[in-house]
Each structure stands twice: as C-alpha cells, then as structure tokens.
C-alpha cells in the first residue's frame, strides 16, 4: 500500500506568540533562498479562512504551510508526487522535509519564539482510494510502521488519520530504515 498523498503536521506549542501574517515573509525567503526540500513555487495566504491551512509555500513535490485546521496550529508537510516506492521511505521524506521546517521557523526571531512539540505528529492519509479509512487500512498500516500508532477518526468520510508517538522523530526516521532492510 503506497499513497500518493499524505501530511505529516507537528503542532505549535506557543501559537500566541506569532500572528499567522509574520509567516509570509519567512516563507518568501525561503523561496528565495531554498531553505527547505523541493521546488518551492508560491506563498499563499489562506488565515481568513477559520480552521483553514493557514499560509502555504505552493511547491511541485510537496506544500509547507503553517496550518490550523481542526483549530490545531501547526507546521505541516504534504506530500504531492512523491519520487518513492514504499511507504516508510514517503514517511521518511515527509518528516525529514516537515522537521526541516520546523527546525527553520523554531530559529527565526521574525516568529517570536514559536515552538513545536516534537513528541507526536499527526500523520494524514490524504489518498482515500489507496488508504480508505477503514479498521483494515489503519491495521495494514499498523503492521509496516515500527511506530505505536493510533487511529483519529473512524468516519469513512473522512481521510484516515493517526497520531503517531515518539520522544524522538529522528530516531523513528532511522528505524524505518531498519524496517526497510528487512
């Protein structure tokens, strides 16, 4: 089972501290500077819409933006066309590409401090055809990820959603690759 399409989101443990529209020059100078993986395109501002995804970097493999659906801010990573063949290596590329952010936006002064909870992400499985959100899947999913994960929303609806929990992402990053050598 390989998705075309999942997010990785680490959420803000401090959102107060920086408004949404200090976003759009640090994701301009990351275009211009290409901070982060990918071809970055675009800065889109999306903050008037309540519980929306927030201020996006537009880019052809995947998006940043700093989200705030589920009124949840966060960082997040979608991954678009992705160049993989198994899931643990789109997974390792979603979270190395979302960590870089995070990474960035924790040291830039433009965003007063913002900080991230790195001890549990939200993974989203935006591909309802190939990950539908069924007990099946996420029990499928469950058996390829080396990672205790647990399972957000059970309405087929809706896309299928985990949290997933570690003390520390890199570590889980090279577990998976472990897991792929076998």
């Known amino acids: 089972m390989l998705p075309k399409r999942l997010s990785v989101k680490f959420f803000a443990k401090n959102p107060e501290v920086v408004s949404t529209e200090a976003f759009i020059p640090v994701f301009q100078n990351w275009i211009q500077r290409r901070s982060v993986p990918g071809l970055l395109i675009d800065v889109a ?4 819409v309540p519980q ?25 990573y979608i991954s678009k066309r992705p160049a993989v063949q198994t899931l643990n290596e789109l997974l390792e590329h979603a979270f190395t590409s979302v960590l870089a952010a995070v990474n960035l936006v924790e040291k830039d002064n433009r965003l007063n401090g913002l900080t991230f909870d790195l001890s549990h992400a939200e993974i989203s499985f935006v591909d309802r055809l190939n990950t539908p959100n069924t007990a099946e899947t996420f029990l499928a999913l469950q058996s390829q990820i080396d990672l205790p ?16 929990q570690s003390s520390d992402f890199n570590t889980w990053i ?5 897991v792929e050598s076998l």
């Open 174 to 178: 090279e577990r998976l690759k472990v």
């Open 45 to 48: 501002d999306y903050s008037h």
């Open 52 to 76: 929306g995804p927030g201020i996006l970097i537009i880019a052809h493999e995947g998006d940043y933006a700093y989200d705030f659906r589920d009124g949840r801010p966060g960082m997040v």
């Open 149 to 164: 994960l647990t399972r957000v929303e059970n309405d087929p609806r809706a896309c299928l959603t985990v949290t997933a």
